[in-house]
């Protein structure tokens, strides 16, 4: 599956849940490059992380002490400019962060936000994203919801039939 995305073969065996469909190509390699990242950093993420407010984070990283931070990708200019809900994330996370490929111009990008330039393979941090700490009940309520997405998703990877269909 993952060849048809341009990125590299996975070992065989490795269990994979299969992309929703609402990615292009170019987004994935992103995702996959901007999780690597916030592992080599050990963080624990999850993609299309959904929000109390209806928004759905492209990907959420969870890292020592708690902290979350939230990132966007944005695949194109074009994709950068239809969206203005970005603003929305903030309210969920303690850093937020735009990832982008290679050629988009990164002067697109608010200075306000972090930015990550992500391929299939890696990603790197051009830009620290500002701190604002999220309150307590809002760390845990968050907190939650990425625990309880993370055991529906190794529910469904060791016992496909069991999950409900549009659980995750």
């Known amino acids: 599956m993952s060849a ?13 849940l ?43 990283a969870l890292c020592g002490a708690g902290r979350l931070t939230i990132v966007e990708i944005k695949s194109s200019v074009a994709d950068f400019r239809a969206d203005r809900k970005w603003s929305d994330y ?6 937020f962060f735009f990832a982008i490929p290679e050629d988009v111009p990164e002067s697109l990008i608010p200075e306000e936000c972090g930015l990550i330039v992500a391929d299939g393979y890696g990603a790197g941090i051009l830009r620290e994203a500002p701190e604002h700490p999220l309150s307590g009940p809002r760390r845990k ?28």
Request: positive net charge.
């Open 90 to 95: 903030k309210d969920f996370c303690d850093r």
């Open 4 to 16: 048809s995305l341009g990125l590299p073969a996975l070992p065989a065996g490795t269990l994979i």
């Open 141 to 168: 309520a968050v907190t939650l919801r990425f625990a309880h997405s993370a055991a529906r998703i190794l529910h469904a990877l060791a016992d496909p039939g069991a999950v409900r269909e549009g659980a995750l």
């Open 18 to 60: 299969p992309p929703d469909g609402r990615q292009s190509p170019t987004a994935l390699r992103i995702q996959r490059g901007v999780r690597r990242l916030f592992s080599e950093m050990g963080c624990v993420t999850l993609p299309e992380f959904s929000l109390v407010n209806g928004r759905r984070a492209d990907v959420i």
